[in-house]
T-cell receptor, first 115, second 116 residues
Framework: GESVGLHLPTLSVQEGDNSIINCAYS??????FIWYKQESGKGPQFIID?????DKRQGQRVTVLLNKTVKHLSLQIAATQPGDSAVYFC??????????????FGRGTQLTVWP | SAVISQKPSRDICQRGTSLTIQCQVD?????MFWYRQQPGQSLTLIAT?????????ESGFVIDKFPISRPNLTFSTLTVSNMSPEDSSIYLC?????????????FGPGTRLTVL
């Protein structure tokens, strides 16, 4: 299940299960959102993005849902694998209308996948 | 996607000293961004670096502590000045994708700094 640790919330799942990672963003004017995966000792790696004119976008094994009414993002990972174990961050672009804007990051969730 | 490298990858420094971190991108980009990631925490934007102008700092970060240079469109440096143990963090640079791919922001591998 999901719990809040000293630093990052954690989510533990069994290999093969689906994972859902949630994120609340703060600025209603944000128009672009990105999910990143960060493995230990590495920089954040792009997973999937979504613009504010959409409410759902699918990639390979991943889906992002955007609920602008409650300012909420979720990342769904299908058939979670041990290699998915990492910290996942959502980020919002608050420089509305600019594709070269600044990103502001959510708190992050530590996903652990058990074999 | 843009390929970003950073030097050094890690360092251990003494209190009161300064460290300059380099960021190199494989394509010309308009803006480069510097982030700090404290242990177990999320990423916090320090500043935006534009070529040919002074960097723009976020609230809580000042130029005297984190001077930034941006001499050309593929390179930037961040200096962490007069370091204290509270500066121990991972420092990351990022860019929006280069020509033909500006749709998302890519990150370097980070510089892991420990201040004793």
């Amino acid at each position: 299940g999901e719990s809040v640790g000293l630093h990052l919330p954690t989510l533990s799942v069994q290999e093969g299960d689906n994972s859902i990672i949630n994120c609340a963003y703060s600025n209603s004017a944000s128009d672009y959102f990105i999910w990143y995966k960060q493995e230990s000792g590495k920089g954040p790696q792009f997973i999937i993005d979504i613009r504010s004119n959409m409410d759902k976008r699918q990639g390979q094994r991943v889906t992002v849902l955007l609920n602008k009414t409650v300012k909420h993002l979720s990342l769904q990972i299908a058939a979670t694998q041990p290699g998915d174990s990492a910290v996942y961050f959502c980020a919002e672009n608050r420089d509305r209308g600019s594709t070269l804007g600044r990103l502001y990051f959510g708190r992050g969730t530590q996903l652990t996948v058990w074999p | 996607s843009a390929v970003i490298s950073q030097k050094p990858s890690r360092d251990i420094c003494q209190r009161g000293t300064s460290l300059t971190i380099q960021c190199q991108v494989d394509s010309q980009v308009t803006m480069m961004f510097w982030y700090r990631q404290q242990p177990g925490q999320s990423l916090t934007l320090i500043a935006t670096a534009n070529q040919g102008s002074e960097a723009t700092y976020e609230s809580g970060f000042v130029i005297d502590k984190f001077p930034i240079s941006r001499p050309n469109l593929t390179f930037s440096t961040l200096t962490v000045s007069n370091m204290s143990p509270e500066d121990s963090s991972i420092y990351l640079c990022s860019v929006w994708g280069g020509p033909g791919s500006t749709d998302t922001q890519y990150f370097g591998p980070g510089t892991r700094l420990t201040v004793l």
